[in-house]
T-cell receptor, first 114, second 114 residues
Framework: AQKITQTQPGMFVQEKEAVTLDCTYD???????LFWYKQPSSGEMIFLIY??????QNATEGRYSLNFQKARKSANLVISASQLGDSAMYFCAMREGNFNKFYFGSGTKLNVKP | GAGVSQTPSNKVTEKGKYVELRCDPISGHTALYWYRQSLGQGPEFLIY????????DSGLPNDRFFAVRPEGSVSTLKIQRTERGDSAVYLC????????????FGPGTRLTVL
């Protein structure tokens, strides 16, 4: 089974609107971490936000927030007030337990329209 | 600069040749990771170093792939008898061993095997 599933290969959003990028994960560990990364066309991977499995509140970082629903094993990324510079690939990732092996999803390509 | 650096940025080689890819992590980061990213896919874990030792090499696809980090800083990923299927972007990331292990990625090396 896939550890990380991102079901939206591509998404469009109008500038200044909010968008949700979906991510579901599969683990039997109680302790894990969830991450979102942005990869612009330049290729660099940019860390956006982190959610620990024991964190009771949803993580937020500026315009990014993570909608963490533990029972459903989902960790959706919400980008508010989209900007043209948000156009990029977005990857969800998970680190299980105390291990340092990271699993990445296949990504969602976000296009922000002016 | 203070970021993760990787050399070369591009490498073109012929099938059957040997290649070395270098990663210079952020100073002070004891954890170092290698990933392979094929076109349209998310990064795929290859190997993780904690200091000088390979703590997890379960992602290396076969014995043609090997990585070293002799002094706990710079790492070299070595690929013997390259095959066309090895063509991909090879990403390196580094992090502190504590906290939530946010990884800082390098720009990658694009390997093309003809």
């Amino acid at each position: 089974a896939q550890k990380i599933t991102q079901t939206q290969p591509g998404m469009f959003v109008q500038e200044k609107e909010a968008v949700t990028l979906d991510c579901t994960y599969d683990t039997s560990d109680q302790s894990y971490g969830l991450f979102w990364y942005k990869q612009p066309s330049s290729g660099e991977m940019i860390f956006l936000i982190y959610q620990g499995s024991y964190d009771e509140q949803n993580a937020t970082e500026g315009r990014y927030s993570l909608n963490f629903q533990k029972a459903r094993k989902s960790a959706n990324l919400v980008i508010s007030a989209s900007q043209l510079g948000d156009s990029a690939m977005y990857f969800c990732a998970m680190r299980e337990g105390n291990f340092n092996k990271f699993y990445f999803g296949s990504g969602t390509k976000l296009n922000v329209k002016p | 600069g203070a970021g993760v650096s990787q050399t070369p940025s591009n490498k073109v080689t012929e099938k059957g040749k040997y290649v070395e890819l270098r990663c210079d992590p952020i100073s002070g980061h004891t954890a170092l990771y290698w990933y392979r990213q094929s076109l349209g896919q998310g990064p795929e874990f290859l190997i993780y170093f904690q200091g000088t030792g390979a703590a997890d090499d379960s992602g290396l696809p076969n014995d043609r792939f090997f990585a070293v980090r002799p002094e706990g800083s710079v790492s070299t990923l070595k690929i013997q008898r390259t095959e066309r299927g090895d063509s991909a972007v090879y990403l390196c990331a580094s992090s502190y061993p504590r906290g939530h292990n946010e990884q800082f990625f390098g720009p990658g090396t694009r390997l093309t095997v003809l």
